[in-house]
């Protein structure tokens, strides 16, 4: 499904992800675990195709991604959450969640109603202005806007880190959830103590290099 080959990326003459390579079948759930600093956001943000890369490519489904505008991602079913959310402040919360089919110039309205359906606490804020809810609300927002896009693919960079742990447990119920619809998923954290919970297959990350972890479930 997803399948990141030796890739470098390097940010104003700083090499800050060295020959990185993991991949994610359909279905499953990958960790990628590494201190702040370590390269996640990086590595999530090559993928997105928001920095440039060198190497052999990043690959997802039939598409080579380096060949992909950032906003086929996507039509290409891939949903992502940056690790900072994200969300247009003046926008309401069913704006936001919108703005990825908008990017696909899709009208998938039943997504949507899913979303609201795996999400009940959305749609009971669904007119607010992104701006006025707390910061634990807005990651679920982002959450939220990842799924509408993300039929296939998740990237979620860091989704617990800075939430009330009654929060993080939602955040990890939906992810846990999302197990019935075949979704792939792809998780960053600091620590193994939200997702581990979550995963089929661990990565580590230190100083830009990704290494399978030992207590992988499944290589
Ligand atoms: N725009 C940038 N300019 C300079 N250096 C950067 C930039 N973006 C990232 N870096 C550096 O690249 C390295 C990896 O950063 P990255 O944000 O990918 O780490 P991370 O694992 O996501 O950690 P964090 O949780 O702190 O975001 C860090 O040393 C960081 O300082």
């Given at each position: 499904m997803l399948t990141v080959t030796d890739i470098t990326v390097s940010i104003q003459g700083t090499?800050?992800?060295?020959d990185a390579s993991l991949s994610v079948a359909a279905g499953q759930t990958c960790g990628l675990i590494g201190r702040n600093g370590a390269g996640k956001t990086t590595l999530m943000r090559a993928i997105m195709g928001a920095l440039p890369f060198t190497g052999q490519g990043i690959f997802f489904r039939d598409h080579d991604l380096a060949e992909a505008?950032?906003?086929?991602r996507a039509e290409f079913g891939i949903g992502y959450l940056p690790e900072d959310r994200?969300?247009?402040?003046?926008?309401t919360v069913e704006e936001n969640i919108m703005v990825p089919l908008w990017a696909a110039k899709s009208e998938d309205r039943a997504r949507v109603k899913w979303v609201y359906d795996l999400m009940p606490e959305i749609g009971r804020f669904?007119?607010?202005?992104?701006?006025?809810?707390s910061g634990g609300q807005q990651k679920l927002v982002a959450l939220a806007r990842s799924l509408v896009a993300g039929h296939q693919l998740l990237l979620l960079d860091e989704?617990?880190?800075?939430?009330a742990p009654a929060l993080a447990q939602r955040l990890m119920e939906v992810v846990a959830d999302l197990k019935s619809e075949n979704l792939s998923v792809l998780v960053s954290d600091s620590d193994y103590t939200h997702s581990k919970r979550l995963v089929d297959k661990v990565y580590t990350i230190e100083r830009g290099q990704v290494t399978i972890a030992p207590h992988s479930k499944a290589a």
């Open positions: 090499t800050v992800l060295k505008k950032a906003h086929n994200r969300l247009v402040p003046h926008f669904a007119d607010r202005r992104a701006m006025t809810l989704p617990f880190e800075g939430v």
